[in-house]
Structures are given as structure tokens and as C-alpha cells.
């Protein structure tokens, strides 16, 4: 079911734009990153192994479909109340979160207000350390963050990255010029002085790390493996493994959730 919702975050009128199927088990909810959308995720409806699971997708303020009063109050802790709002409409509970990019971010600071109500998190190439904000923080350096984001993404249609060239495409179309300088101001605040990588390994629920198979020199994985976290490389893939090579990506996601024995926690 496609809904416009309704709602008002921080004194901000929001009509969030959102993808939900009722069904068996605890809801899965999918969070996209920077530069891509809720359609990123869809294809959950054709998966087999995702047959009759709930689900819930949405747009992000600053992004895709959902309308936004404000778009320069459109930071990660902005992101992460949102997101609150949109489960507590939802009348969802705890849930298994799959979050991309600055989607996994926003999982990630909601849970550390209740880390209780993550059943599981698959964190796809999500913000954990302050080597994550490269292109964040060279966009804060220009007086203008957003044309310097959308002239990068058309050189990236050149480069030997796995997914770029439609990325580049996309970017236009699925960022709100507006929430560009806030989000990316505070993505780096984040990384430089919150302790994410901790923050993320000491989740009670059981976690993956997904990423394509150029993002494997990240300095820490092995932290990652050494603590229990779950490691799923994705060949032929970078950042944007649901472009490049989505049936590697589905097929961990749903070999991770099958393993998880956890009884269902439904409030839809």
C-alpha cells in the first residue's frame, strides 16, 4: 500500500512518502541513503523468501517523494525523530531495520535512545567512522554544498565505480537541494565526535555489515568481525550494492534474517 503520511516533526509539517505490506512476522523496515529512495527496496515485493513478511519503506525528509516545510531543519537527528514518528503511525514496535548509507545512520541514533526495539540491523555501508565523510566534507568546503554534490555525481557516470553512472542519475531527481549543507554538516559532527563504531557493536540485536567488494579496505572490519558483527561482501558492488548487484544483496539479507530465532513482535 502507497500512503502519504501525515506528520509533524520538530514543529516541521511532513507528508512522508511510504511503501507498507501488513503480514506475518515482525515488520521489516527499510531506510535508503543519501541520493536514493524508497524504490531502492522494492523489490522486496518479488523475493520469494520475503513472501507475505510486512514491510515498511518511506521516503526521508529532503528526499524522494516526501514533502518537507523545512528542509534546513533536515539533519541526522532531525532523520532520526522522523523516523520514530513515522514507526509510532505505523503502530510498529520493534522491528528488523535494513539501513543504507545515512538510512543506517538514522537507525543507528534512534536505537541509542531505544536500543530495545531493534530485533535486527543490517547496516548497509552505513556512516560509522569519521573515514566515511569524504564526500561530505568536501562539499561543506564550497559555498555552495549541493552544486558541488550534483557536479561531482556527473563526473562519477566516468569513474570505475560500481553504480555510479546511475547514481549520477538518479541524484537530481531524489535530493532536495536544501537538505544538502544541514544533513552533511551534521554527518560529519557525528562521525568526528560520537563514538558511531561503539555505538553500533553494542547493539543488543544481532547485526550484518554489507558492502560491495570496492568498500573492503575500510580500516574497520576486522574490529567489526572481531566483535561479532556479521560480515557480507558483495562482488561486483561499492556503495550501491542494491544497483550493481541486488540478487547477492537480497540473498544475504534473507540468509540473515532466517537465522534470526526471534519470536514474532507484530503491532500492526
Not at 511510504?18 to 527499510?30: H, I, L, M
Not at 562521525?191 to 544481532?206: I, K, M, V, Y
Amino acid at each position: 500500500m502507497h500512503e502519504q503520511i501525515p506528520l509533524r516533526v520538530r514543529g516541521v509539517n511532513l507528508r512522508v512518502a511510504s511503501v507498507r505490506r501488513e503480514g506475518v512476522d515482525a515488520p521489516v523496515v527499510f531506510l535508503h541513503g543519501f541520493g536514493t529512495s524508497k524504490e531502492d527496496y522494492l523489490d522486496v515485493l518479488q523475493r520469494h523468501d520475503f513472501a507475505g513478511r510486512s514491510f515498511l519503506a518511506y521516503d526521508a525528509p529532503g528526499a524522494g517523494a516526501t514533502e518537507c516545510a523545512d528542509l534546513a531543519a533536515v539533519d541526522l537527528p532531525f532523520l532520526a525523530d522522523a523516523l520514530h514518528e513515522v514507526l509510532d503511525h505505523a503502530g510498529i514496535g520493534r522491528f528488523h531495520a535494513v539501513g543504507h548509507l545515512t538510512g543506517a545512520l538514522t537507525v543507528l541514533l534512534l536505537a541509542r535512545r531505544d536500543p530495545g526495539r531493534l530485533l535486527s540491523f543490517v547496516n548497509i555501508k552505513g556512516v560509522l567512522a569519521p573515514e566515511d565523510c569524504v564526500l561530505s566534507r568536501e562539499a561543506l568546503r564550497h559555498r555552495d554544498p549541493a552544486a558541488y554534490v550534483f557536479a561531482l555525481a556527473e563526473r562519477s557516470r566516468e569513474t570505475p565505480c560500481y553504480g555510479g553512472g546511475l547514481y549520477a542519475a538518479n541524484l537530481p531527481s531524489k535530493v532536495r537541494r536544501g537538505a544538502m549543507p544541514p544533513l552533511f554538516r551534521s554527518m560529519v559532527e557525528l562521525a568526528d565526535h560520537e563514538n558511531l563504531l561503539q555505538g553500533f557493536l553494542s547493539l543488543p540485536c544481532p547485526k550484518m555489515y554489507l558492502y560491495g567488494e570496492q568498500c573492503a579496505g575500510l580500516s574497520y572490519l576486522p574490529l567489526l568481525d572481531a566483535n561479532g558483527v556479521e560480515l557480507a561482501e558483495i562482488p561486483h558492488s561499492g556503495q550501491l550494492p542494491m544497483y550493481s548487484n541486488p540478487v547477492a544483496m537480497w540473498r544475504q539479507i534473507a540468509e540473515f534474517h532466517a537465522r534470526q530465532l526471534i519470536p514474532s513482535a507484530r503491532r500492526w
